[in-house]
């Protein structure tokens, strides 16, 4: 690990603008993705601000019947919520689908969405990666891509996003309130916060440099049946293949959202629109633009099925 200074902060824009006049400086709260980087030095951040005593730990109702989830809600409490386990239940299962009790008790909402790739290439730094050092290639495209993304990647990158949580969020349409190192605070709805990986991979979200992020706004509940469904290599403590994260009213119509399969949560609007038609519209619908290995094309069958799967459970309930 190389050798870093650290601080801690008292506010928000005292965290920004720490961040914005220490070149290479580093947000960090839970660490649980953070420091394993730094270990292996894929981060090598030279300076730590420490935001875990900002005050954003709370999770609060807004006036338009929603709710305000403070960048620093550890995974554990926000789906343990009453109010999200009784009007957001596709988020509570997502965040009980990811990782282990000991790094949920950790991990926070905002290092939740900003978690890096899980792309074996990217943690070896032996091996070429846009994503680590820009320009230096893509050793997936050639090599072992089984876990890889099968739409919306570029000839630069195919990594795929790794959270569970991030793929409920985009489903319930949640907005990313953040401050910047000039005290401007700005609402990005999540379906904009991740940029397409094009040919800077490396570039993976659309905050900019010393940017903070304060809480994740959640709309008023829509109800119907939600369900959330990882499929991967063993029961716990791992990865998705396929994830699907469903909402699903009695009329027939919804939404769906699907992780594991592209550089970020993967949802199509379109796709929505086509739930009273079935799970074969629908797929057809979110990967009319899949490009896939052939090491990981198993992924879109599976992501049919698995999509199917969901769908009938969720007619049966409603």
């Known amino acids: 690990m190389k050798a870093f200074t650290y601080e801690r902060v008292k506010t928000p824009a005292e965290a920004a603008a720490s961040a914005r006049d220490k070149s290479g ?27 875990n005593g900002l005050g954003l730990d709370q999770i ?26 009784r009007d957001y239940g596709v988020l509570s299962r997502a965040l009980l689908a990811g990782a282990s009790g000991q790094l949920r008790n950790q991990a926070t909402t905002a290092g939740n969405l900003l978690q890096r790739t899980r792309c074996p290439y990217f943690y070896d730094t032996n091996q070429p990666c846009n994503k680590r050092l820009p320009g230096s290639g893509c050793a997936a495209l050639e090599g072992f891509s089984r876990q890889h993304a099968v739409v919306g990647g570029s000839e630069a990158c195919i990594a795929t996003h ?28 999540l379906a904009d916060f991740y940029r397409a990986p094009g040919k800077t991979p490396h570039i993976e979200t659309v905050l900019t440099p010393g940017e903070l992020i304060t809480a994740v706004t959640l709309p008023p509940p829509v109800g119907g049946q939600h369900i959330y469904r ?14 699907v994260a469903a909402i699903v009213q009695p009329d027939g119509s919804g939404r769906v959202a699907l992780g594991g399969v592209a550089h970020k949560p993967w949802r199509v609007e379109q796709a929505d629109a086509q739930l009273p038609q079935g799970a074969q519209a629908v797929y057809d619908a979110l990967f009319a633009d899949a490009h896939p290995t052939p090491e990981n094309a198993f992924k879109l069958t599976l992501a049919k099925r698995t999509l199917a799967s969901v769908l009938t459970e969720a007619r049966a309930v409603v």
């Open 230 to 243: 990882k499929v991967r290599d063993r029961a716990s403590y791992a990865f998705a293949l396929v994830s």
């Open 162 to 189: 790794p959270g569970d949580m991030p793929v409920a969020m985009r489903l319930l349409d949640a907005v990313v309130e953040t401050i910047s190192a000039d005290g401007k605070a700005r609402k990005i709805p």
């Open 25 to 51: 400086a580093k947000f960090i709260a839970g660490g649980t993705n953070l420091l394993d980087l730094m270990k292996l030095e894929i981060e090598t951040p030279t300076h730590l601000i420490d935001v």
């Open 60 to 85: 609060v109702a807004t006036d338009e019947g929603g709710l305000r989830i403070g960048a620093l809600v550890r995974n554990t409490d926000l789906a343990a919520d009453e109010r999200v386990r």
